[in-house]
């Protein structure tokens, strides 16, 4: 999978993120007035169970760091290196819309000091609910060199077992203790979910390792793209309608693959890669706007293309005054790492 390839998929990623948060609601029809229905539901609640990417974060990031890995660079500096230039983009942001928020919420905002400082290390995220995601992702950064060599170890199939038979034992107790509140320790939940979420991780290294053998690329596929194409829609529409989410794992890894082998067009991937360059602030600034500011706002475009789409546009417009300014921080307190790659 080239680098293009990754930064198309990270587009459509955020694509989805936003669409999932936007839609996932079964009352979704309260905030919107959609067109289309199955049954008493909205199409687009539908679609959006389609739509979790977490699972395409993490693989794109085991894919990536694995390179590194291979290329004896994955070390503990460089890691840091990476997180502190996510923890820099985070900060600004929490800087930008908590500011904001002492004046639109001041109920919510800026809350205790506790509250702000675990949000601040990024142990809590009542500020924003849809950074839950970023500390288990800092420890799977940092641990990374040691899962890869648990992988070595076990060798491919095993490891895929191995790490399966954790994602689903995870899944279980978060469904059935913790979202429950029956366990409520912080630090047993952030085992839990780094434990679940070694699987899509440890995912993206197999795929690596397919490619370096040669083996990612499906000769019928690149023949019959079209192929490739109604397979993806395929799997997609039994995931709106039937798909457990047991398997997201396995689901964003099989729509990574089937995509890798759509032609795109050109205008179609441009933009796509520039959503990829943009996603990690989009994906961090864009709740903001649709749950916790401004939803009267963005649900007031009323037809879901609309808000989607005006979601979408104005996400990407706020990244990059955001983007610019972290770009100059970073350049300032990390010289040395060079660029702006907040992460693989």
Known sequence: MTKQESNTIKGVAILLMIFLHLFMSEDVGKYCQPLFFIGDKPIVYYLSRGCRPVDFFLILSGYGLSYTYKYKTLNFKGQMNRLAKLYIHYWLILLIFVGIGCFVRPEKYPGTLEEAVLNIISWKSSYNSETWFLLPYALLALSAKYIFKVVDKLGNIISFVFFLFLNLAGGYIISRYVATHIITSSLFSMIIVYIELAFPFVLGNLLFRLSEAGKLRCKTFDKYPVLAFFLLLTVFTFKCFFGSQAFEAIYALVFIYL???????????????????????????????????????????????LIFIGLTVISYLVSIPIMYVARQIIGKMLPESGGNRAYT
């Open 259 to 305: 995509f890798i082998h759509i032609p795109l067009n050109l205008w179609i991937e441009k933009v796509l890669m520039k959503l990829g360059d943009h996603s990690m602030v989009m994906w961090m600034t864009h709740s903001f706007f649709c749950y916790h500011l401004f939803k009267a706002e963005v649900y007031s475009l009323r037809y879901p293309i």
